[in-house]
């Protein structure tokens, strides 16, 4: 097998990923007239909230900000496109379908958005069951749900968007099952009169099938999804459907930014990239913005993009600019953090037999007796299948309180020839 | 200039199908009735999950490459084989 010498590109600001906060830093950092280059992990700009696809509507703000960078002559965006290793302090090795290439940068601004964090309960592996968020991504790639019956569960105001998508999309939704109480819902949703946008937002997704103190506690099913179990309070229902998501929150993606060497820290209970007032983390040529700075939504990933972007290249009075947005954004982020807190009581889902690592297939009840991380992954595999502990490491964390995995390279699955392209090892590797 | 196909025709096992342009491999897959696109190790039956290229659970052969088919757009011509 042979392997296609790898390309080196460079640029003056590279930015990983195209959400609101990468968007938002192109677009800061063109200014400045050097090379932009933009890698996305997606087929398409846009991150999570803002996914195009075959059955995605996007909101007009977005479709502005992506026809401004696209504007831009100096920026290249390049889709598809994974950071799989770090070459030298300068340079990273990524991974497109048809190619490696070199990317030397002068300024990094990672813009690597959270994932979904998905908790373990008695039959979560069986096909149908997905994530809250994830559902909403399928369906938005075509994934047809027209008359299925849906039941969306776990946490957060997300629930209702996912709700409103389904159901555009023809899908009967039976119930939204939030596990908070619906004390700390009102307290959320009080407290928008601050937002007086999201207010408007929150009124757009009235939802008649929302349930609080909701938890799913299993999905029945042969090969797939037929009954699902959701306790309300003191009263247990099992409902008939076809398909279940359940999502508990978001978790930021601070992988490349930990194999770099920048430091995080903890937030709302989870890693995140730590940063200063300039969106500058603890490397000086590195910043970070949006949600791999800790989970906070759309608008404050924006602001805090933009910052970065100008921050980036010496335009301090620019990024100043956007501190007062920065601030009043941050303060619903934390509002909403800290009503949809998880609740302790979760921990209690997974039965002895139930998987908590979907890729090597154990058990909660081989995890359990291991003291931390590294000793599980020893003794059972726990977390050394192709999501690198990226699903199982999180839940991990809040089943067993055991610190996240550490980002290992390659940061995600790639090909043979990517990696031995990068150490100029053809021969040996790509046998 | 040409205009985008709205519709594009992928194989999936070897049996064409036309989907929307833009639908991603995982919404073909779920068009043409595969439930499952790989077999875990202890033998379950598993499908696309987190739905952004986290969980690896929509691995799916394309054109001979393992790719995942949530983060895969279909193209014209692709062939698609599940895992399962």
């Not at chain 1, 930021?252 to 920048?262: E, I, K, M």
């Not at chain 1, 154990?362 to 020893?378: D, E, N, P």
């Not at chain 1, 839940?395 to 699955?413: C, I, K, N």
């Amino acid at each position: 097998m042979s392997t296609a010498a790898t390309q080196t590109l460079s640029c003056a600001a590279l930015i990983v990923g195209a959400g609101p906060a990468g968007l938002s830093a192109a677009k800061a950092a063109a200014s400045g007239g050097a090379a932009v280059l933009v890698l996305d992990d997606n087929a398409a700009a846009g991150g999570q909230i803002w996914r195009a696809g075959a059955h995605a509507h996007l909101p007009a703000e977005a479709l502005a900000l992506q026809r401004a960078v696209q504007a831009c002559a100096n920026v290249r965006v390049i889709q598809s496109a994974k950071v799989v290793g770090i070459l030298d302090a300068h340079t990273v090795l990524v991974e497109t379908p048809d190619a490696a290439l070199r990317v030397q940068w002068q300024t990094l601004i990672l813009c690597t958005g959270a994932r979904e964090r998905l908790l373990p309960f008695p039959g979560w592996t069986l096909p149908g069951v997905t994530g809250a968020g994830g559902l909403q991504a399928l369906i938005k790639g075509g994934m047809p749900v027209q008359g299925q019956r849906v039941v969306i569960a776990g946490t957060g105001p997300l629930l209702f968007a996912v709700a409103a998508t389904a159901r555009k999309a023809g899908a009967k939704v039976l119930m939204v099952a939030e596990t908070a109480s619906l004390a700390r819902v009102s307290t959320f949703a009080r407290k928008l009169l601050l937002w007086p946008s999201k207010l408007v937002q929150a009124a757009q997704l009235r939802e008649a099938s929302y349930r609080t103190s909701a938890t799913v506690l299993s999905v029945q099913g042969q090969g797939k999804v037929q009954q699902v179990t959701v306790q309300q309070g003191n009263r247990t229902t099992t409902l008939d459907c076809d398909r279940v998501a359940v999502g508990y929150g978001l978790v930021p993606n601070t992988g490349l930014a930990q194999a770099l060497g920048c430091a995080l820290h903890t937030q709302d209970g989870v890693p995140a990239v730590t940063v200063n007032a300039q969106q500058q983390t603890t490397l000086p040529h590195v910043y970070a913005a949006g949600e791999c700075t800790g989970t906070g939504g759309c608008e404050r990933a924006q602001t805090q993009g933009s910052i970065a972007g100008y921050a980036a290249i010496g335009k301090t009075a620019k990024a100043r600019a956007f501190e007062k947005d920065r601030a009043y954004w941050s303060a619903f982020a934390a509002h909403a953090n800290a009503c949809f807190a998880l609740d302790a009581g979760l921990k209690n889902l997974p039965h002895a037999d139930t998987l908590v690592c979907r890729c090597e297939d154990v058990a909660h009840g081989a995890l359990q007796a291991h003291s931390g991380w590294t000793q599980a992954k020893i003794h059972t595999r726990c977390g050394m299948g192709a999501c690198q502990g990226k699903v199982c490491g999180t839940a991990a964390q809040f089943l067993y309180g055991w610190e996240m995995p550490e980002a290992r390279v390659p940061l995600t699955p790639a090909r043979v020839g990517t990696l031995a392209g990068a150490s100029g090892n053809v021969g040996d590797l790509a046998d | 200039m040409t205009q985008a196909p709205s519709s594009v025709r992928v194989h999936i096992h070897g049996r064409a199908i036309t989907v929307t342009a833009g639908t991603t491999v995982a919404g073909a897959l779920a068009i043409a009735g595969v439930s499952a696109t790989r077999t875990s190790v202890s033998g379950e039956p598993r499908a696309a999950v987190c739905g952004m290229g986290i969980c690896q659970e929509c691995r799916v052969r394309i054109d001979g490459r393992v790719r995942l088919g949530c983060q895969t757009v279909c193209a014209e011509g692709m062939n698609v084989e599940s895992m399962a």
